[in-house]
Every structure is written in C-alpha cells, then in structure tokens.
C-alpha cells in the first residue's frame, strides 16, 4: 500500500516535470532557432535545399559574427534603435505627465464617478489600432506628419495613458490614505504632500508604468506601417521585418537582429509582469 | 501596496496659519483638473478618431487628397457582395475561435503545472513569458524562417524522424497557411493567459481547496464544482484580452503571408489595411475595419458587468 502510494506519487510528479518541459521547449524553441540562425554562416543556414544529409539543428560550421557585423555596418539598424529609444522616451515622459496626475485623481479625488470614468478610460484601451489606424491616417496627414517620428509620439499616448492611468489609479489605491492625510493634518496642501510623500512611495508603480509605455511602443507594428515609409525613420519592429528584407537570403541578419533587440526587452519583461496582470484583472481578482 | 517593516515618512510639520486656501485644496475642483489633461488627450486622439472612423465608412474619402463626400451605404453594400469580404470574416472568425479555445487549453494545464511547487519552477515561469514579451513583429519573422517553405525546420524533422516523407508547403497552401497562423497566436497568446490565471488562482483562498479536498472531492468534482466557477472571472479576463488581441491583429498576418496565398489568409485588419492604405481607398478600409466594432462592444459590456460584480461584491 506504501510502496502503491510513493509509486503513484512519484508517477505525478514525472508527469509534471515532462509538462514542464514540454510547455517549456514550446516557449522557447523559436528563440532556440533565432539564436541558431544568427550564428550561422550562410553556406550552413542554405545548404540543406540541395544537401540531404545537412542537420539543420546544430553548427555544421564554426559559428560566425558576420550577421551582427553585417547589421551594424550596412543597414540601418542602429538608427531604428535610435528612433525607437527617441520615440519611447518621448512617449514615456508624456504619459507619465498625463497619467500620473489622472491615476491620483482617481484613486482619491473623484469618488464614485471617477471609479465610473476609470472604468471608461480602461476600455478605451480595448480600442484597437485596427480600428483607429484609418481616421488616424487622415488625422496624420492634417496635421503634417506623414513619416516623421512626431506621427509615432503623437499617436502612441493613445494606448500609453489609458493603460497607464489604470495602473497607476490601481497603485496610488494601495497607499494608505492615512499618509498624506497626516501631511495635510500638519499643515501642507494637498498637492505638496502629494509631491512630498506619496510620489516617493510610489516609486516603484512609476517604474512600472514607464516600462509598459516603453514596451508598449516597441511592440508596435501597425501604426509605424501606416506612418513611416522611409527606412532612416523605423523604428525597430518595424525595419527589422521590413527593410532588412531586401535579398531573401537575409534570414541570418534578421534573426540576429531580432535576438538583439528581443532578448533585453524580454529579461525585463519578467520584473514588472505580476504588476501588468494585477492592472489588468483589477476586479476579476480579489487580492 | 504595503511599507516596508520600519520604513517611516518623515516630512517636517509646517506651521498651518502661514498658508491660505487656495482653489487647489477644493478637493472636487483639484481632481477635475489633475483628470484634464489626460481625458482631453484620450478624446481628442481616441474620441475623434473613432467617430471619424465611423463617417470615414460613409465616404469616399481616398489617401493623397483631403476630399469627404458622403457616399451612404456604398461601401457597406459593395463588401457585402464581395467573396473575398465573406471569406475574410470567416477567417478572422476561425483564427479567434480556434486559437482561443486552444490557447485556453494550454493555459489552463500551463497554470495547473506552475502552481505546484518544483525545481526550476521561476526559470520555467520566465523562459514561458518570452513569447509574449516579445515585439510581435519580430517573432513573426522568427515563425517565418521556421515555417519557410524550403528550409523549413519543422519539414526536416518531420522527415528525419520518419513521421511525414513529404515536404509541407507552410505558407503556399491555404489551409496549411491557416494553421500556421493560428499555431504563431495559440504560441504568442497562452503565456499570458497562463500568468493571468496563475494570479487567479492564488488568490483562491487556501481554505476552500483544502475543505474540497479534506471532503473527499475527486479532482473532476473539485475541477467543475470549486475552481472553475471560483475562477469565472478571471478565466472571462483572460479570454476577453485573447479574443481582441487575437481577432484585431494585423502583424501576424501581414507579415507571414500577406493574405496570400491568393488572398486566402486574410483577416479583417489586413484586408482594411489593404483596401485603405495601400490601395488608398479609405472610405472602403474604414468600412471593412468596422466589422470589428461588434465584437469589441461585448467586450466591452462584459467587462462592465465584472468591473459591477465586483464593486457590488468587494
């Protein structure tokens, strides 16, 4: 009976540990794959269309830098960094200016129909680009800024504030009321102890919200498409699939490109996720 | 969120007297104005366009000049009676329904696994997070090498271990096509909605699981009759994010196959965007986008309604 039990025990946990590993591998073999290809030279990566016998899943050659080096020197990779740097920090700082003052608002100043309005501006995130990208296409060319990086500054705060405002709203709740009211009891106005000591403590969720305004606008595909058309003016999400798809023998470059934009943004991902779902699912779950 | 153990606020106190009121202590003025500047931009930069999208649709609003003339249900009429209109609706409808119930599959067993306690359980956690921190376009082009109709990884191994002799043509057959795309979704999709329903289902309180258990409840009992209903909300969550990201996406099919082959793939995002930014007929782009709005606005009153549940409730 004990030995049927540590059997049946020891079946249980071989099942989740091969789930595990299963769900793990899903995951992560494409990125298994970009890496593999960005070190590949290119007689490994193609030789398989006419060599039988070629095992694509290791280095058959020694691996090779050339695609970073390529990247580097002959396209215009670096600029897309630096326009999606300049882009997310700009839209950063805006929503932060925004959604910082909004969040407050409504975690303490605006009861029951700021709760009401919250709720509002949270579904407005659930508007999608698809929807907007057409109007926004003649907004854009209105106002002048077909292919310029300010289409892109201008249009991203669209999604960054409300998302951010929600959050925010969420973060600025679970600080006790009782600290700034103590400030106010001894003797500063609202808006100083705002400044003085509910901003401070709430470092961290400012943290958070500039990481997803940032993350938000790299993940952007479909505005950039509709706005930029020429390659110095990318962003990264976009040139990478793009512009970088000259010759079609490219795969190297590409998948080297994309490792070393995705890998970063991806380890920092992990830090702020329990907060991006507790935004998220506010009400669903009772903490 | 809780101070840390000994942390103290220290603001010295100020004399009360030396300040007068001013406009800014109202608290109902104070929180208009803090609220402005944000709702005034989501107006203006999402109100607008929004009801310019609608108008859009009656017009024959074209890309190059800035010319709106009212054109009525024309669009809507000509799309109507147009196959490949019909057959993208289909589409956008088979790649939602199918990566979600997918997605909610894996999820949910992803979930089950990650809760238990094991070795590795945060390297597992975080290397599942990958796809979905990824910029999409970007493991879209990863999918596209993968899926490359003659280097493809998938072929090869399919051949090697002696499964499949043939060579699948990923992304020149329609329906194989269709399958990839829904594979890239059901992959970019169910790692967060395996983390939103792990923050689900640790805020089960620990009491109820173990009296369902201590009950005697068999795991198919505990399974229908206490953690799923117990996890309705959040699993509604989970598939409300799945169902407008996936229906509205434009990347994936964009760039995997364009629509093709022979414009079978298309979804209603990247057919809008061939109609109205490449082929410069906004009037029509606008009109076809729009056939999204109706699923948007369920979406919508259901999270209403949780977001009531739970104010009522909590």
């Not at chain 2, 002696?162 to 329906?175: A, K, N, S, T």
């Not at chain 2, 009296?211 to 409300?240: E, K």
């Amino acid at each position: 009976m004990r030995a049927r039990r540590r059997l049946v025990h020891a079946v249980k946990r071989a099942a989740l540990y091969v789930a595990a590993l299963a769900f793990t591998v899903l995951a992560v073999f494409p990125f298994y794959w970009m890496t593999i290809t960005a070190f590949k030279e290119d007689n490994d990566l193609y030789i398989g269309a006419t060599v039988r016998t070629h095992i694509p899943w290791i280095f058959n050659e020694p691996p090779t830098l050339e695609h970073f080096q390529y990247l580097l020197r002959e396209t215009a990779y670096l600029a897309w960094v630096r326009n999606t740097v300049v882009v997310g920090a700009a839209v950063v700082v805006i929503t932060l200016l925004l959604a910082v003052p909004a969040g407050y608002a409504l975690a303490r100043l605006t009861g029951r129909w700021g709760e009401r309005l919250g709720i509002g501006i949270f579904l407005t995130y659930l508007i999608p680009p698809t929807l907007l990208f057409i109007p926004f296409s003649r907004v854009i060319a209105v106002l002048g800024l077909q292919n310029s990086l300010w289409a892109l500054i201008v249009v991203y705060p669209t999604f960054t504030i409300p998302f951010c405002t929600w959050l925010l709203m969420g973060f600025f709740r679970s600080i006790p009321r009782d600290i700034e009211e103590q400030a106010m009891i001894d003797g500063y106005s609202r808006l100083s102890a705002v400044r003085l000591v509910v901003l401070p403590l709430a470092v961290s969720g400012l943290l958070t919200a500039a990481f997803f305004s940032f993350t938000l606008v790299m993940q952007d595909f479909v505005y950039a498409l509709t706005f930029i058309s020429s390659v110095g003016k990318m962003t990264v999400s976009l040139g990478i699939p793009v512009a970088l798809f000259r010759d079609v023998f490219n795969w190297g470059a590409m998948m080297a490109a994309a490792l070393i934009t995705s890998v970063p943004i991806a380890i920092v991902y992990n830090l702020f996720i329990d907060r991006f779902i507790a935004g998220l699912t506010a009400g669903a779950v009772k903490g | 969120m809780a101070l840390p153990d000994g942390a103290q606020v220290v603001v010295p106190p100020r004399a009360p007297a030396l300040r007068r009121a001013t406009l800014a202590d109202r608290e109902d003025v104070l929180g208009r104005l803090l609220l402005a500047p944000a709702f005034l931009y989501v107006i203006l930069l999402v109100g607008i366009p929004f009801v310019l999208a609608i108008m859009l649709s009656f017009s024959g609003a074209r890309s190059g000049t800035l010319s709106f003339d009212w054109v009525g249900a024309r669009h809507f009429r000509t799309i109507i009676s147009d196959a490949q209109f019909l057959l993208t609706l289909r589409n956008t409808l088979i790649f939602t329904v199918a990566s979600q119930v997918l997605v909610m599959i894996l999820a949910t067993t992803a979930a089950n696994v990650l809760e238990v306690a094991f070795f590795g359980k945060r390297a597992v956690r975080m290397l599942l997070l990958l796809p979905w921190a990824v910029p999409v376009s970007l493991a879209t082009m990863a999918s596209a090498w993968i899926f490359d109709s003659t280097f493809s990884v998938i072929n090869w191994t399919l051949r090697a271990l002696g499964l499949f002799q043939g060579w699948i043509y990923w992304l020149g057959d329609p329906e194989v096509a269709m399958l990839a795309i829904i594979i890239i979704h059901v992959w970019r999709m169910f790692p967060f909605a395996t983390v939103i329903l792990l923050a689900g289902m640790t805020a089960i309180p620990l009491e109820i699981r173990e009296a369902s258990v201590i009950d005697g409840a068999s795991f198919w009992r505990r399974l229908f009759h206490v953690n799923l209903p117990l996890l309705l909300p959040v699993v509604t969550v989970a598939v409300l994010f799945g169902v407008v990201f996936t229906s509205t996406d434009l990347s994936v099919v964009y760039l995997l196959t364009r629509g093709g082959p022979y414009n079978s793939t298309h979804v209603l995002s990247s057919l809008a965007f061939q109609r109205g930014i490449l082929g410069g007929d906004l009037g029509q782009g606008a009109a076809i986008a729009l056939f999204l709005l109706p699923v948007l606005v369920v979406v919508a009153i259901i999270m209403l309604r949780l977001a009531r549940r739970t104010e009522v409730g909590g």
